[in-house]
Each structure stands twice: as structure tokens, then as C-alpha cells.
């Protein structure tokens, strides 16, 4: 029960300083424009506290989940007699300087996450662990290098398989296949695959023995043994210590990019697109992706924190009328028309995209109630 209490608290400060540091943007922005903010809220619903403060009001809502600015001319204006009030208002203002105020929020966020990646690369000699399928990954302002954690190890051998027939030892460690040497587990395949539908002869160690084998090689390249990876990827900032924080947000783009490619890709191919769909995930992912995180250290849950800050910069700069990214695509419509949207036409426009957009997280919190067992197993 303490678990959950503690899961939920983490839950809340996240979301909320993520939220809370993109709205502090769109605030700051609308400020240094002159702008006129009517509120900067600390959550949603009722109030708990609430100060005026040179004509806005400075509140905190009863759920801390996020927060919210209201400025005029950005939506609802609040009252009616505010409307005359050109200076201020933001829709009256030059369409770059509008578009500085929408942006504002994903700046932020993207100001955290490189912050964050600074301590985190700081804090972990500079260098972080990718994954082995990222081998052919063209790094910005990083080089990526091996290194060798173990020998080249099978721990299971297939029945009815080339390994079995030549009666290799259940587990052992690969030392040679045609007597070459074998330094990595993924030289394994390159080097059977010359050797398909005939037999070659491979050095295996087990129990301090090493012996030859005569191993028959299937027609796919492959004897029937299980292999381990015997090696890590090592993404390394070490000689760009400077602009790491940069670089590292731009890679991580990169590889999100890359590996979701590789998922739509596969679930084109096999028309499975459960792998898809488990990729996309709302509240309750996150929730088990912080329960997981948290028994890793405070460094492991700050390098969580900034991802979560770059991924919610993404999804606001989409081109969806409701989000930030929409709302700039329509303020650059209006700039190369010189012609306003009728204020009605962009309320509907905007409202319905809004709409549509929390239909889509009740759907992804639904799927996710759905297969929370799957989600669970994900971090167990």
C-alpha cells in the first residue's frame, strides 16, 4: 500500500512539473510582450489559494495535475469589458509574437529535458548504454563504441537441431567456428551463414573442456543453440562534453524516430500491430513506467523526467488545432493571407480538435485498463 502511495505522489509531481513548466512558459512569454494574463493556476477545479498580483491572479487548484494560463485574447478572454483592451490583448498582437507566446511552452520543455541530460551524462562519465540494435545509429556530437562484458555464451541447446545431432554440451562458451576466432555473439550469424547446409567445425568451452565439434548448419545459417548478447553499446559524449545536453535531445529524437519506424514497419509486414499499440500509452503507462524507474536512483528517475519533458514537447507541437503546434500552423495561414480566421470559425475548429483529442486519451486510458496485466509484465 506505502508502494502505491509513494507511486502516486512521484505521479503527481511529474506530470505536474512537466505541465507546470510548460505553462510557466507560455506565462513568462506573455508577460514580456505585455500581454494581459488573467490567471496562472497550479492544477484544476476549486480553488485552494488564490492572489492577485498586479492584475493576475495566482491560484492553486484542488488536483495537481498540471495547470493552465489564461491570457486575453487566447480563447475565453473572461469578461466582457476586457475585450477593449487592445494593448493587451494577444490576439491584437504581431502574429511572431503570438507564435513566441504558443511556442513558449515546448521551449521550456525542452529547456528541462536538455538540463536534465546534462546531469544525467554528467553523472554517468558521459556515456550511457544503447541498445544492441542501434549498432548502425549515426550519433550527434557522440561516438558510439562496444564493450565486451563476457565470452561468447549459448545457454540452450534446440532439439532436433545441427548442435544437438553433434551432441554439444548444454551450455559453453563459442571460442572458434572454422577456426577463426569469435569475440562477439553477433559475429556468430555472419559467420555460420557462410557455412549454410554444410558442416563446420566449431570450438566449444564447458566446464574448463574445450573440444571440436562437427556441426551441421541449416539451410537459414543456424545450428539451434540460444545466444546472449556478450556486449554493450556504448553511446559516448566524452569529447563534446559541452554541447552533450543539446546533442543528446536531438539522438533521442533520432532513435524514438528510428525504433518507431521499425515497429510501424514490422506491423505493416506481419499485421501485428500489437507491438504498435503497446507503444502508445497514456496515465497509466506512466504510472508503471514511474514505479519502475524509481528503484533505479534519483539519477535513472531524472534521465525518466527529461524523456517524459521531450516527449511532451512532441506531442504540443504537433499540427492539431487544440495544441500549440496547431496553433501556430494557424497563425502562419493567417500571416500568408493577411486575413484573420473568423474568431467563431477558429473557436469550432479548435473545440472540435479538443474534443477529438480527449477521445483519443479515454481511448489509449481504456486500452491501457484493458491490458494492464501486459503493461505490468513490461517492467517486472
Known sequence: MLSVIINILLFILVIGTLTFVHELGHFVVAKLIGAKVFEFALGFGPKLLSKIYKGTEYSIRILPLGGYVK?????????EK???????????????????????????NIILAITFYYIVLGNSDWKLVLGTE?????????????????????????????AKEANLPSSGVINTIGGEKIEYSDE??????????????????????CLDYNVKVSDE??????????????????????????????NTVR?????LGDIINKAQDTGDYTELSNSVSGPIGIYFVIDYFKDFGLIAFISLVADLSLSLAIVNILPIPALDGGRVVILLIEAIFRKDLDERIEAIIINVSFFLLMALIVFIIIKDI????SIKNMFM
Do not use: W
Open 71 to 79: 491570457i486575453l485574447g487566447d480563447g475565453d478572454p473572461g469578461e
Open 82 to 108: 476586457d475585450k477593449s483592451d487592445v494593448k493587451g490583448n494577444l490576439s491584437k498582437k504581431p502574429k511572431y509574437q503570438q507564435a513566441f507566446v504558443m511556442l513558449a511552452g515546448v521551449t521550456m
Open 134 to 162: 542501434f549498432e548502425n545509429f549515426k550519433a550527434v556530437g557522440a561516438t558510439i563504441s562496444r564493450e565486451k562484458v563476457g565470452d561468447v555464451e549459448y545457454s540452450e541447446v534446440i532439439d532436433e537441431s545441427g
Open 188 to 209: 556468430v550469424g555472419k559467420k555460420l551463414s557462410q557455412y549454410k547446409g554444410s558442416t563446420v567445425v566449431l570450438n566449444i568451452c564447458s566446464n574448463d573442456n
Open 221 to 250: 545459417g543456424k545450428i539451434g543453440v540460444a545466444l546472449a548478447h556478450n556486449y554493450l553499446l556504448i553511446l559516448s559524449y566524452e569529447d563534446g562534453k559541452l554541447f552533450s545536453g543539446p546533442a543528446h535531445l536531438i
Open 255 to 259: 532513435l524514438i524516430t528510428d525504433k
Open 370 to 373: 484493458v491490458n494492464i496485466e
